[in-house]
């Protein structure tokens, strides 16, 4: 784990002015539009994620980002990730971080199944024990990221979809054990969202019906939203509006799940 400081960039006043926020997987997708999005609303950015380059590149246009580096899938190193970026309080922990595979679940192996576990569900909820003591400290909060997928399972993907699955009983269990503190804990479930996550992954060999069983109905988006679209469901669930919002998982996929 490695701590730089980034160059310049803009910032402008917004609802999370001196804010310090903490977002995973931060170098690319989703997480870097949220990350971005943060910026541009005066938030102090702690940038998190695997990809040490990537962070540096959306760093360098974020004044006064920290980069951690950290490996989800190495057991431990998610907690002293999350432990050196609450040494200097937090007020915002988003979890965006994670991975996606693909194969007949017969084929599965345990440890397919155990990394996935590890990236997807364990290292979000070994980062929201260790940073929940500073946000109870400033009445902050937590955004993780679920999917559609935890929500109405998916085909040729079952230990994405039940870590997805945990990380919304995760939320829910914590926004309850932790609302008498002031802290709330929400999650966004994306639907098909265009970032790098399935890129170069092999097809299944005799897949039946494709493999998304949740098309996007939103005409225009059939392949996916850009991931700046998302960005919003995150803020909005941190900002002050959401005040009285805990235990939300707030679906945001084009209609995928819908009718
Ligand atoms: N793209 C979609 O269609 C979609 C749909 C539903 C949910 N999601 C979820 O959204 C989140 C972001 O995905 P994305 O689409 O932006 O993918 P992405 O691949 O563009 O970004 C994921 C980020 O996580 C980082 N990461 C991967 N493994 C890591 C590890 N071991 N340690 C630390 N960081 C690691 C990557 O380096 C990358 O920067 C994920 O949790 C994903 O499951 C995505």
């Known amino acids: 784990m490695r701590r730089l400081h980034a160059a310049k960039g803009d910032m402008s006043m917004g609802r999370f002015e001196s804010k310090r926020v903490l977002v995973t997987g931060a170098a690319a997708g989703i997480g870097r539009a949220v990350a971005t999005a943060f910026a541009a609303e005066g938030a102090r950015l702690v940038l998190a994620d695997i990809n040490e380059g990537g962070l540096a590149e959306v760093a360098a246009g974020i004044e006064g980002a920290e980069i951690l580096t950290y490996d989800a899938g190495k057991p431990g190193d998610s907690a002293r990730m999350g432990a ?64 559609t997928a935890g929500i109405g399972g998916i085909a040729y993907a079952a230990p994405y979809a039940s870590a997805k699955g945990g990380v919304i009983t995760l939320t829910k269990s914590l926004a309850s054990e932790f609302a008498h503190r002031g802290v709330r804990v929400n999650a966004v479930a994306p639907g098909r969202v265009a970032t790098g996550i399935a890129r170069g992954l092999p097809p299944v060999e005799g897949a039946k019906d494709g493999l998304s069983i949740h098309p996007v109905k939103l005409e225009g988006f059939e392949m996916g939203a850009p991931p700046e679209l998302l960005a919003g469901a995150y803020l909005w669930l941190a900002s002050p509006e959401a005040g009285f919002v805990t235990g939300e998982v707030q679906l945001v996929d084009g209609g995928a799940l819908s009718g």
């Open 84 to 147: 050196e970026a609450a040494r200097d309080g937090l007020d915002v922990v988003a979890n965006v971080a994670g991975i996606y595979r693909r194969a007949h679940f017969t084929e599965t192996t345990p440890e397919d199944w155990a990394l996935i576990l590890q990236i997807n569900l364990t290292s979000i909820a070994e980062i929201c024990r260790v940073t929940l003591p500073a946000l109870i400290e400033s009445r902050g909060c937590l955004v993780n990221t679920a999917s």
